[in-house]
């Protein structure tokens, strides 16, 4: 696990360590501040700031980065879904903290971002609209909100003109869902569109202004 990850998960999910680990992590940290007063490292030692008990202690014993990387190794074996990776829509690179809304790497902003769209398949009615058929992943979509196509490679935001219920063949049963309805697109953009939907990929809803 990358240095990154471990210091966004003992940084914002500390609440997860169990009370001796965080006992050794202050420790460690005043230990650290009071390296070169002596003085001051015995007064914490005294207020039990700094630890000396052998429990404590041992937990640290192999080094600071084999005791951080122990720690995110339990936290991920016993309580994995309590950890919140907050990963960039676009690039899938982790944010800064879990409620960052914009990516540190690819600059890639999700301020506005109300709702995730998965693509099924696409699909034209004649003198109509050109419609995405999928399913809500989360949130909640209303017509007048942008479909985010960035993601997916193609750097447009189109108006949504409408939202059907909408049908189609699955392993030759029904199978509905959830059309959106725009007629913002060109001919190459429904095309790149029929070919990445058979990858099903998901999208972001965004309003048009920030939230």
């Known amino acids: 696990m990358d240095k990154e990850t471990i210091y966004y998960i003992i ?26 007063n002596p003085k001051m490292k015995r007064i914490l030692t005294e207020k039990n700031w700094i630890s000396s008990d052998p429990e404590i202690t ?27 990776f907050n990963n960039c829509p676009k ?12 990516c540190r790497y690819c600059r890639y902003s999700w301020h506005n971002l109300v709702a995730k769209f998965k693509i099924e398949s696409v699909f034209q009615l004649t003198n109509r609209s050109f419609y995405l058929l999928g399913e809500i992943v989360e949130g909640e979509i209303t017509p ?11 750097h447009k935001k189109i108006k949504i003109d409408s939202i ?7 392993n030759g049963k029904p199978w509905n869902g959830i059309a959106l309805g725009t007629n913002e697109l060109t001919e190459d ?16 809803i965004i309003t048009t202004q920030p939230i």
């Open 11 to 36: 940084t914002y999910f500390s609440n997860l360590m169990t009370n001796r680990e965080k006992l050794a992590l202050k420790s460690h940290m005043f230990t650290c501040k009071t390296s070169d």
């Open 58 to 84: 041992s937990l640290l014993q192999n080094g600071y980065n084999e005791f951080e990387l122990k720690i995110i190794q339990r936290i991920m074996t016993e309580t994995p879904e309590k950890v919140f």
């Open 91 to 102: 690039c899938n690179r982790l944010a800064r903290t879990p409620y960052a809304k914009q």
């Open 144 to 154: 007048g909100q942008l479909m985010d196509l960035t993601t997916i490679g193609l």
């Open 164 to 170: 059907e219920l909408g049908n189609k063949p699955n």
């Open 189 to 204: 953009d429904k095309l790149y569109l029929k070919q990445q939907s058979f990858f099903h990929p998901t999208i972001n």
